[in-house]
C-alpha cells in the first residue's frame, strides 16, 4: 500500500481523517469560513462528541476544491486500547476513494498504518476481472499520506502490517500453490528478503533424523514432505538463549484413510495456519532486529490417501523414540509437531517451545472462531501471553491439563495413540504434544477457530486472519 509520511499540509486531497477524542470536539482550523460553518453544523445535527465507534463525515468546498472531512470518534483518551484505534480507523478506511490525509493527533501513528493496510486488503490475485470496476475513467488509486513529525514513525505499523499479511496471504493461497516444497521456497525468499536464516530438509534428511511420526503422515502424497528450519540470532552475545517455534504445517488434510466428509473439507487449504503463523512472525521479528534468538521449525506435508497411506490400527515410531498407535489418521497434526518440537529441544537446544496449530474441530466447539484456545505447562509463559496479546485484542484463553485427562489417550498395543476421542478433543489433542516436551517450558496455541473467518468481523476480512502474528510478536519483544 501507498502509505507516506507529510510534514507540511502541500496539497489539497480528497479526503481528510481526523481522530478525535471525547474532549471538546474542535473543528479543523485551516479550513475557509464557508467549509468550518457547514463542519460545525454537521457535529450538531449529528450530536458528533467524539464518542468511540462513531464517525461523521461532510463534504466541503476547500482551496477550492470538494473534499471529504470525516471525524473519527475515538472516546476517553485514557480508555482506549490499541486495538480498538485500529478497529475506527480501519472501519472508515475500507471505503475511502482517492488521497487521505490522516492527521495523527495524538494516537501512535504505528496503529493507523496497520488499519491502512488491513482496510486495504484484499486476496483477489485470481480474479481476472477485479471488482470495482465502475468509474474506470475517473479511478484513482487509494493512497494515504500521514502527518507527522519522523518517518520512523510509521516503521513498526509497516512492518506488523505487512507480516500480518504474509501470513494471510500464505493460507488464503490453495494448496495447488502452496504445497512443502512451495511453501520451502516462499519461506527462503522472505529469509533473504528480511535477514532470517532459512534451511531445509528434504526427506532424506528427515529420515535420517527419524521423524517417523511426521513422516508416516506425509506418506500417501505425491507432493514429498520438507522440514523448514528458520533462525534469526539477534542476541550474539546470548547465544544460549533461544527460543522456539513450532508451526502445524499440514498444506491440505483430507484426513487421510479416516476421510473427512466433503463439508469442511475444502478448507483443509488453510491448516498450515500454525506455519503461516510462525513464518509472519519471524519476518517480524527479524525485520524489527528483536535483539533476542528465535527458531522457528515446520514439518510441512500433506495427509492425503493412496495404497501407500498410515492407517488407522498402524503403530508407528516417533523421533523421541516413543510408539503411538494410529487411531485415526485425521488427526495428524500432532503427529508431525512431537517430531517438530522434539526436535527444535534437541537438535536446535531452544530453552521453550510454543507450538501454533489449527489443531482441533473441538477448540471451535469450546471457544468460539475469535478465542485462540491454549494449553501450557507454565504458568508464566501463559501470563506473558495474555499481556503480549492485549494490546492488540486478540483473544487467548487457557484451557486445563490435569493429568486424569491422560486417560483418553493411553493405547493398549503403544505407549500413545493418538486420538482421546470426541469428549476434551482440544485438551488431549494439546497434552499430546505436550507428553513430548519433557520439563522445557512449553505452550501449545490451537488456532483452529481464529486463523480464517468465514465472515468478515473486527479488522479481518473473510478468509485468513493473521491472528498469533502480533502476539508472538510481542511476546518475544517484552521476553
Ligand atoms: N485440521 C483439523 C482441525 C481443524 C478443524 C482445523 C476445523 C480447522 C477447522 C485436524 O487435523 C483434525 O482433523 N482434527 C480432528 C481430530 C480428531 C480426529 C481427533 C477433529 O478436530 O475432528
Ligand atoms: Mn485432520
Ligand atoms: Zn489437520
Known amino acids: 500500500m501507498n502509505i507516506k509520511v507529510v510534514k507540511d499540509y502541500g496539497k489539497v486531497y480528497d479526503n481528510y481523517v481526523m481522530p478525535k477524542f471525547e474532549k471538546g470536539v474542535v473543528v479543523y482550523e485551516d479550513l475557509e469560513k464557508e467549509a ?25 468546498m476547500h482551496k477550492g476544491k470538494l473534499v471529504n472531512i470525516t471525524y473519527v470518534g475515538l472516546g476517553k483518551e485514557d480508555e482506549l486500547k490499541p486495538y480498538e484505534v485500529i478497529e475506527s480507523f480501519y472501519k472508515v478506511l475500507k471505503s475511502v476513494k482517492g488521497d487521505v490525509l490522516i ?21 483477489d490475485k ?23 513529525k519522523k518517518d520512523e514513525d510509521i516503521k513498526e505499523g509497516v512492518v506488523l502490517s505487512e507480516s500480518v499479511m504474509i501470513t494471510r496471504d500464505l493460507i488464503n493461497e490453495p494448496a495447488n500453490v502452496i504445497y512443502p516444497e512451495t511453501l520451502a521456497k516462499e519461506t527462503e525468499r522472505l529469509g533473504k528478503k528480511y535477514g532470517f536464516e532459512v534451511e531445509v530438509l528434504d526427506e532424506e534428511k528427515i529420515k535420517e533424523l527419524k521423524m517417523e511420526s511426521f513422516l508416516a503422515v506425509g506418506r500417501a502424497a505425491e507432493k514429498r514432505p ?11 552475545e ?8 513450532v508451526g502445524k504445517g499440514l498444506t491440505y488434510d483430507t484426513g487421510g484413510l479416516s476421510l473427512k466428509p466433503s463439508t469442511g473439507m475444502k478448507d483443509m487449504k488453510t491448516d498450515m495456519g500454525g506455519a503461516g503463523t510462525v513464518i ?36 508407528i515410531g516417533s523421533m523421541a523414540g516413543k510408539t503411538i498407535e494410529v ?54 509463559m501463559y501470563k506473558q501471553l495474555e499481556n503480549a496479546s492485549e494490546e492488540i485484542g486478540e483473544r487467548v484463553w487457557r484451557l486445563p491439563n490435569f493429568p486424569e485427562y491422560k486417560e483418553l489417550y493411553k493405547s493398549k498395543v503403544a505407549d500413545l495413540k493418538n486420538s482421546g476421542g470426541r469428549y476434551a478433543g482440544s485438551i488431549t489433542a494439546g497434552m499430546f504434544i505436550g507428553e513430548f516436551v519433557g520439563d522445557t517450558p512449553w505452550m501449545h496455541l490451537d488456532i483452529a477457530g481464529t486463523s480464517a473467518t468465514s465472515k468478515p468481523y473486527g479488522y479481518y476480512e473473510y478468509g485468513a486472519t493473521g491472528q498469533c502474528v502480533r502476539t508472538l510478536y510481542n511476546y518475544y519483544l517484552n521476553k
Open 36 to 60: 468550518k460553518e457547514i463542519l460545525e453544523a454537521t457535529i450538531k445535527k449529528e450530536n458528533f462528541t467524539g464518542k468511540k465507534g462513531k464517525t461523521i463525515s461532510c463534504k466541503v
Open 327 to 380: 487411531d485415526n489418521t485425521d488427526a495428524e497434526g500432532r503427529l508431525t509437531l512431537i517430531d517438530g518440537v522434539h526436535y527444535i529441544i534437541k537438535n536446535e537446544g531452544v530453552k521453550e517451545v510454543i507450538d501454533v496449530a489449527t489443531l482441533t474441530g473441538a477448540v471451535l466447539v469450546a471457544l468460539g472462531s475469535t478465542t485462540t484456545g491454549v494449553l501450557s505447562n507454565n504458568d508464566d
Open 126 to 148: 485470481y480474479k481476472t476481472e477485479k471488482e470495482n470496476k465502475e468509474n474506470e475513467e475517473n479511478k484513482k488509486e487509494v493512497s494515504f499520506d500521514i502527518f507527522t
Open 226 to 236: 520438507k522440514f523448514i528450519i528458520m533462525r534469526h540470532v539477534g542476541d550474539k
Open 280 to 315: 509472519g512472525t519471524m519476518c517480524a521479528i527479524a525485520r524489527m532486529n528483536l535483539k533476542k534468538n528465535v527458531v522457528a521449525v515446520i514439518p510441512a506435508c500433506e495427509n492425503s490417501i493412496g495404497g501407500n497411506a498410515y492407517r488407522p490400527g498402524d503403530i
Open 103 to 123: 492527521n495523527k493527533s495524538s494516537v501512535k501513528i504505528s496503529y493507523v498504518v496497520e488499519a491502512i493496510n488491513y482496510s486495504q486488503y484484499k486476496f
Open 238 to 245: 546470548n547465544k544460549k538463549d533461544i527460543y522456539g517455534l
